[in-house]
């Protein structure tokens, strides 16, 4: 089973920039990919960003695109969410998890428990 911890949330202006990053752990390698997701209040859980633990094939949704960025790194078995432009609309309890490819994650066909999650607030 997979482990994952995340961090890195906090209360931001919009416009701001924060960093997320996930720490996985147990049987991490049995997944090929690491995706982002996130739950804003009273919504249903959405996929963010997911990418291979290489560091290619990045997939972003477009809801973000071209403000996100995500990162792997592979030998501290963490992935990182760069959030830059940061808007109202962003705010929820973001997650990781594992998956065997980013079209499975898209999917939500994920390997590990889901954690805590951190949560990002951003104001206007």
Do not use: H
């Amino acid at each position: 089973q997979v482990q994952l911890v995340e961090s890195g949330g906090g209360v931001v202006q919009a416009g701001e920039s924060l960093r997320l990053s996930c720490g996985a752990s147990g049987r991490t390698v049995t997944g090929r990919a690491m995706g982002w997701y996130r739950q804003a209040p009273g919504k249903e859980r959405e996929f963010v960003a997911g990418i291979l633990w290489s560091g290619v094939g990045a997939f972003y949704a477009d809801s973000v695109k071209g403000r996100f960025l995500m990162a792997s790194d592979n030998l501290q078995n963490t992935v990182y969410l760069e959030m830059n432009s940061l808007q109202p609309e962003d705010t929820a309890v973001y997650y990781c998890n594992a998956g065997i490819s980013v079209a499975a994650l898209k999917s939500f066909a994920t390997l590990g428990s889901w954690g805590q999650g951190t949560r990002v607030t951003v104001s206007s």
